[in-house]
């Protein structure tokens, strides 16, 4: 078995048997439906729960002026603390094509973190929570010292996520955070995201953000995509933006999976019950 891959089924396990003791009894069940982060750069506040593993699995194509750049895959472990907490486990897996050396290179990025709702929805009020995540010393993307704004590959991040429901079916959450590495980059992030479900199982998405380093410098990046629930616990998704960086634009495309383990959840449910959620 590949190194790697080893240390994602450890951190996993451990991730298990750390939350084991938390999971609520069969009396106290009450059935949560699916919310997956990904896959705009908006996360959620919204928190997996106590004895439920998620994962969240992508990949994503960009071609700018001079290189193409493949995530193959991006991909989020998540699990339950307790009711407002949870456990967050990454793995990027990122290709560099540069269009004009004809080379390629090769990062594997690891990095664990979570995420804390402090805050809960009321009326005007948004869901906050805060979501700390830093880079873990294994693979070459640890000794990686990017000269670009790169949210995927910093090795420091602690970001405010907030989230609005507008309307039943509508809803706005948005992001502020700051990134660096150990080089002493510093680059923030300034994201808004609205979705909308146009039914229990479809949804989409539109979304704008800035990644920058010089405060003086505001580059706008956008994206929009669609969400599909397959099935209660199981969701696809697909997306196609534009992001400047440096000033040279890219333009990105992608497409994953989300999926949800819950022992307690095996009993069939309606999709009715079931949709895409939001806070």
């Known amino acids: 078995?590949?190194?790697?891959?080893?240390?994602?089924?450890?951190?996993?396990?451990?991730?298990?048997?750390?939350?084991?003791?938390?999971?609520?009894?069969?009396?106290?069940?009450?059935?949560?439906?699916?919310?997956?982060?990904r896959p705009d750069i908006s996360n959620l506040p919204t928190t997996v729960l106590p004895g439920q593993y998620q994962l969240e699995v992508g990949a994503e194509w960009s071609k700018g002026p001079m290189s193409k750049e493949f995530y193959i895959p991006n991909m989020i472990f998540r699990t339950g603390l307790n009711k407002k907490s949870e456990l967050r486990i990454g793995f990027n897996q990122l290709f560099v094509d540069s269009l004009n050396r004809g080379a390629s290179d090769d990062v594997l990025f690891l990095s664990i973190g979570g995420k804390y709702r402090f805050v809960e929805e009321k009326g005007l009020r948004?869901?906050?929570?805060?979501?700390?995540?830093?880079?873990?010393?294994?693979?070459?993307?640890?000794?990686?010292?990017?000269?670009?704004?790169?949210?995927?590959?910093?090795d420091y991040s602690l970001v405010l996520l907030f989230n609005n429901t507008l309307h039943k079916q509508i809803f706005v959450n948005y992001n502020a955070g700051i990134f660096w590495s150990r080089n002493g980059r510093l680059d923030y992030l300034f994201s808004a995201s609205t979705s909308f479900l146009h039914t229990h199982r479809l949804g989409y998405?539109?979304?704008?953000?800035?990644?920058?380093?010089?405060?003086?410098?505001?580059?706008?990046?956008?994206?929009a995509g669609l969400m599909f629930l397959l099935y209660p616990r199981i969701q696809l998704d697909a997306y196609l933006g534009n992001r400047e960086i440096e000033g040279e634009r890219f333009w990105f495309a992608g497409a994953?999976?989300?999926?949800?383990?819950?022992?307690?959840?095996?009993?069939?449910?309606?999709?009715?019950?079931?949709?895409i959620s939001h806070p």
């Open 205 to 223: 998405f539109l979304e704008t953000y800035a990644l920058l380093e010089e405060k003086e410098k505001f580059p706008i990046s956008f994206d």
């Open 126 to 154: 948004p869901a906050i929570a805060i979501q700390p995540e830093f880079s873990l010393p294994f693979g070459n993307g640890a000794q990686l010292h990017h000269d670009y704004p790169n949210y995927s590959l910093a």
């Open 256 to 275: 994953g999976i989300g999926f949800r383990i819950d022992p307690r959840d095996l009993a069939p449910k309606e999709f009715r019950e079931t949709g």
């Open 1 to 37: 078995m590949n190194p790697h891959t080893k240390l994602i089924l450890i951190s996993v396990c451990v991730s298990i048997a750390l939350t084991q003791n938390a999971v609520a009894q069969p009396g106290d069940y009450h059935f949560e439906p699916l919310s997956i982060d």
